[in-house]
């Protein structure tokens, strides 16, 4: 089932409708429900993330980063047959099994173009266009829900607030109080904006050695090196204090119902790696926390839903450098004790020549707003028409899935 593959015992997904006999649409009760939004940013590899193993033109477009099928050296972990997990996502095949995690796959926001900047705007301002609004969806649903009196619904982890959560809504705002050095996200962009130009990559690149020269002389490579590690270290600490924070706002009955946090690195031009390397650590680290957070949360993780998103996906193909580009549609992962999992999700387009997107990405067949419109309705109670009126402008177009919730 290439064209179109679908897992649940009997999900029909037309028109954007996801219907399971076993869900039934109760009233969610708000009270308990809690709702933590994570952004990739740097754009996700879903085809890394969540290989589809049985399409037949995947391993000749990943050649030596195809995983291999489960079971086997260094092989994918097990989902429902015709799609894999990467083997660093040990927890997230855990709740896959216990049915508290839903994989959507050929996702897209509606953004076509390749820009992190714009690509990031329109994941957060929940319109067609970057720079639409200077508003975020979130905050904007946060309006819609009724929240009891005096209390902020949501909390923003980090240093600066993103625009996903600006708005009219009171949000509250944490970081860490230890000024951290600076990690390798800034560097990572300026790279990837200069990749496109010959001379400019060509000038940073000499940069970086000469400083690296500089600092050790004939040990440049070990300073870069150490300098790199050091950066991987800075980011995993402030990951896993980030994740301990998020735990300890959400558990408190009287505190805030919304986290928001993201996580950097994900740009990976170059030397991407297959079951091992610079995406599998990233990987590895992700489910790490996420761990972490249920552990934080106790209890209060069978009321919770936690939604990973990424701004676009990358390229089907590997480039000349042993990495993937910007591309178009991506995976996304909703966890959570509040899930109705145990389901991948996917109008899979497939990875033949005629079916990528520009002949060059995995085509997009589900819009994000319509997976935001269902956990917004069905786990914060947040009125369709006002999600369709002022959450969502002009997305009459991306129907709201149904079922991603427990009743």
Known sequence: MQRRHFLTSAAAFAGGALLSTRVSFAQPDTRKSRFVLVILRGALDGLAAVPPLGDPDYARLRRELALHPPGESAGALKLDGFFGLHPSLVFLQECYQGRELVVLHALASPYRERSHFDGQDVLENGTTRPHALQTGWLNRALTAVRAPSGREMGVSLGQNLPLVMRGP???????????????????????????????????????????????????????????????????????????????????????PKVAVFD???????????AAQGQLAARLGE???????LRQELGPAWNDTAVLLLTEFGRTAALNGTRGTDHGTATAAFLLGGAVAGGRVLADWPGLAPRALYQGRDLAPTLDLRSVLKCVLTEHLAAPPRRLEQEVFPDSAGARPLRGLIRA
Do not use: C
């Open 169 to 255: 809504a009171a949000v509250t705002s944490w970081s860490s109080s230890k000024l951290l050095a600076p990690d390798d996200d800034t560097l990572s962009r300026i790279t990837d904006l200069y990749a496109g130009d010959r001379l400019l990559a060509a000038r940073l690149a000499d940069a970086l050695t000469a400083n690296a020269i500089a600092a050790g002389d004939d040990a440049a490579a070990d300073v870069m090196s150490a300098q790199a590690a050091a950066g991987n270290a800075r980011g995993k600490a402030r990951y896993a204090e980030v994740v301990r924070a998020a735990g300890e706002f959400l558990r408190r009955e009287e505190g």
């Open 263 to 273: 996580t950097h690195g994900w740009d990976t031009h170059a030397n991407e790696g």
């Open 286 to 292: 992700l489910d790490a926390g996420l761990a972490a």
